[in-house]
Nanobody
Framework: QVQLVESGGGLVQAGGSLKISCLVS????????MAWYRQAPGKRRELVSS???????KYADFVKGRFNISRDNAKNTVYLQMNDLQPADTAVYYC?????????WGQGTQVTVSS
């Protein structure tokens, strides 16, 4: 059973930074795709950033230049460094891992940005 556990969320002032983590129960290199999504109250879940096994990275336009996705294969962990956070970034952030056509999700970590 694959498990993803997010951590590192919290409350930060506008302009601040947070780094959230996703610990996976097995090697992240087993997955075709790792990603971070977020969901704000009353809104649909949206893709923030993704990384393919080979290292290709994509970012949503609304985070380009502010957020950075990375991974530590030895620690089975994917990170999302978030800089210059704004109130619009307030959401629950979810880690996603995909292998073939199967998706795995973490429970989410709350990020709240105060103005």
């Amino acid at each position: 059973q694959v498990q993803l556990v997010e951590s590192g969320g919290g409350l930060v002032q506008a302009g601040g930074s947070l780094k959230i983590s996703c610990l996976v129960s097995e090697s992240i290199l087993n997955f075709d795709y790792m990603a971070w999504y977020r969901q704000a109250p009353g809104k649909r879940r949206e893709l923030v950033s993704s990384m393919l096994r080979g290292g290709k990275i994509k970012y949503a336009d609304f985070v380009k230049g502010r957020f950075n996705i990375s991974r530590d294969n030895a620690k089975n962990t994917v990170y999302l460094q978030m800089n210059d956070l704004q109130p619009a970034d307030t959401a629950v952030y979810y880690c996603n891992a995909r292998i073939e056509y199967t998706d795995y999700w973490g429970q989410g970590t709350q990020v709240t940005v105060s103005s």
